[in-house]
């Protein structure tokens, strides 16, 4: 059996859902359990409506819900016509359970809020996709991920209980994959015991694939995006950029921690346990390659370039001159680690620290005042950070030619420069 994976661009409007369809026509007969997220904007629509419940302004939320509510009933109109009349019944229970929450008054944290609400989202675009499925000959059964992977309460970034859900997997999923050969169902969320939804966090829907391909032994995850596969650049900046036919999950997960925009290293972690290999392909045109991900070991990569814009470098200078230890090092990552900072590149020479980051304002302030106990703290704003795996002195010379190096690290694989 196969496990796909749609994202919200790829159900984001009505002749989006209907390429869908004619994608999985292809592989009708097929064992197949299908991922799908929120339609298009949908999960920010309501992350504005927790906002203006946590700040009790309960008819402006119940505002900006009515909006998400027309657009999915608009939706369902446009596609469903004998299956419309169940679909709205399906779609007002789901509405139900936000409004009946809205009407009351926060008493809870606002991650706790936030779950119940966005989780909807997935809630509501499968299944209008599932009807229209079946509407159009291509036969499947909605289920409800809550129901399957069960979750601890850390709201907004829940761990799964992989020995609930893996019981669940096998007592459900499979005796309705053996009936039904396809079903639909949710990425991002699961539940805690008690049935409060939780959202799993930064691509949980990818990663909510990848656990159903490690709970169900798949042949392989296929995630199905508005592009030609990964690519060696991102091709909005670099017009040149070439696909990667294929990666290992170790090139991914290196590619990802440097902040290429390309597959989340948690959604790698179950399909490499069972050596699952994991398929990008183009839902544009469904014919086109792609980029295979696996766990074979690959030589020849051209250059894999990224970006990060919105940098900044703070350079920390011991206050007396003495030499940077392992007790000034260890502190700086405790104040790092207080503050909720991940550095993107960090080099230690004998008086001074110099750390590259997101420029976040105020995380960053609240760093420095923190910092400047143990250190001098300078900081430098406006910066990019360039990552190039697999550089070639060529093509660095390209990429910095016209720029001030502020600061260079660099690895046999890898190269890093912070740019003016």
Known sequence: MKVFKFGGASVSSTERIQQVAHILKSYQGEELLIV??????????????????????KDEALQLFEAIKHAHITTSKYLLVKNFNETLDRLTDFFTEVEWLLHDKPVQGFDYYYDQVVCIGELLSTVIVS????EVGFSNHWVDVRDIIRTDDNFRDANIDWHYSSGKAENVVVPLLKEHKVIITQGFIGSTDEMESTTLGREGSDYTAAV??????AEGQYIWKDVEGVMNADPKLFPDAQLLS??????????AYYGAQVIHPKTIKPLQNKGIPLYVKCF???????TVIHKKSLKGLPPIVVLKQNQALIQLHSLDFSFVGEKPVADLYQLLADSK???NLMQTGAVTIQVCLDNQTEKIEKLALAAAGIFDVQVETGLTLLTIRHYTQEVLQKM???KTVELLQQTP???QVVLK
């Open 400 to 402: 910095i030619a016209g």
């Open 131 to 134: 009807a229209y499925l079946n």
């Open 413 to 415: 694989e890898t190269v």
């Open 284 to 290: 544009l045109d469904k014919e086109l390659p792609g």
């Open 36 to 57: 799908i997220s929120a339609m298009g904007k949908t999960t920010n629509a309501l992350e504005k409506v927790v906002e203006a419940f946590y700040d009790n302004k």
């Open 212 to 217: 159903f391909a490690n709970l169900l032994n």
């Open 246 to 255: 294929e990666l290992n999950y170790d090139e991914v997960i290196e590619m």
């Open 341 to 343: 900072i991940k550095p």
